[in-house]
């Protein structure tokens, strides 16, 4: 789902039911060419990864990451890009704070549910409720 359009420094926050296992991603500065991925597979052993993602050359770079920490049931969201800095909190648990996105461009944001390895159904994510504030030349 795109949540905002060709945005530069903007902050999300909602409030989200998670079901038990699937895989849920954020897309920040996707230009349709690239951008950052924050990523979780959804196992109880989740691992989170932040990556770089460019088409040309294609590559799909790891830059961050954060283990051990599964999510489910209702949560509150946050994710914002300020001056090239990424904060990413779900719950009361920070993964990122003020991190340096290198090369980071304004773009779309998007979030969806993917398909991780070895299930057989994506993620389960209902949006009750979602605030976007961008500050931009646009």
């Not at 909602?14 to 196992?43: Q, V």
């Not at 914002?80 to 800095?85: E, I, L």
């Amino acid at each position: 789902m795109r949540v905002a359009e060709d945005v530069q420094d903007f902050e999300i926050e909602g409030d989200f039911s998670l079901s038990k296992h699937g895989g849920w991603f954020w897309l920040a500065g996707w230009t349709g060419r690239e951008g950052y991925l924050i990523y979780d597979a959804g196992l109880s052993s989740t691992t989170w990864f932040l990556y770089r993602i460019s088409a040309n050359p294609p590559a799909c770079t790891q830059i961050h990451f954060y283990s051990r920490k599964f999510i489910t049931g209702q949560q509150r969201v946050a994710i914002s890009v300020r001056n090239g800095h990424l904060n990413f909190r779900v719950g009361d648990f920070r993964f990122l704070e003020h991190f340096h996105l290198p090369e980071y461009e304004r773009g779309d944001v998007i979030t969806g549910t993917c398909l991780p390895p070895s299930l057989y159904k994506t993620r389960d994510v209902t949006i009750h409720a979602l605030r976007l504030r961008h500050q931009d030349g646009n």
